[in-house]
C-alpha cells in the first residue's frame, strides 16, 4: 500500500519473449493398468505402459511397456523395449530390447534384436533375433558402379590416384 492509502505503483519489468522463455520437457505418457483390473480390448499409442493386473487383447506401443510380477497379458505384444516380470500368453515383437526377468513367464514366440533372459525367467516359444531397424541408414563406401573389376579393371588408374 502507497502513502496516504493510494494504490502502490507496479514495479517496471522487461516482458520475455517466447525465444527467450526455456522449453518444457515434453511430458511422457504414462498409462498403469492397476492389480486388481482386467482390460479387454486393444491398447495402442506412444508412451509408457505398466501393466500390474490382466489385460486381455492385443497391446502395439510406440514406447516402452513393463508387465510387472502381478501382470498378465493374453494377447500379442508389440512395442519398442519391453521388460517381463509377470505372464505374456502371446507372441511378443520387441523393436529394441525384450528383458525377461526372473519371476517372469512367456507362453509364445518372440522377434527381438536383443533379449535377456534373466536366471529363473522362464520361455516356452520359438525366438527370432532380427537386426535393429536402422531408421535413414545410408552404405557408406563406394558404390558397385564404382568398383572396378574383370573387364572394367585399369590398372594404371589405380597407379594415377
Do not use: W
Not at 47 to 66: D, H, W
Amino acid at each position: 500500500m502507497g502513502l496516504f492509502g493510494g494504490a502502490p505503483r507496479p514495479e517496471p519489468y522487461e516482458k520475455e519473449t517466447p525465444e527467450e522463455r526455456p522449453a518444457l520437457p515434453r511430458p511422457q505418457v504414462h498409462t498403469v493398468i492397476a492389480q486388481d483390473m482386467t482390460l479387454q480390448g486393444t491398447i495402442c499409442g506412444e508412451g509408457a505402459v505398466q501393466i500390474e493386473g490382466t489385460v486381455e487383447g492385443e497391446i502395439t506401443l510406440k514406447g516402452t511397456l513393463t508387465v510387472t510380477p502381478t501382470g498378465k497379458i493374453k494377447g500379442p505384444v508389440k512395442a519398442e523395449t519391453i521388460r517381463v516380470a509377470g505372464t505374456v500368453l502371446g507372441d511378443i515383437e520387441a523393436g529394441d530390447h525384450l528383458r525377461l526377468s526372473s519371476t517372469g513367464n512367456i507362453e509364445g514366440n518372440i522377434k527381438t534384436p536383443s533379449l535377456v533372459v534373466e536366471d529363473g525367467g522362464c520361455l516356452n516359444g520359438r525366438t527370432t533375433m532380427v537386426k535393429r531397424k536402422q531408421e535413414g541408414s545410408v552404405s557408406e563406401g563406394p558404390q558397385l558402379s564404382d568398383l572396378q573389376f574383370g573387364s572394367n579393371y585399369n590398372p594404371e588408374e589405380d597407379a594415377e590416384s
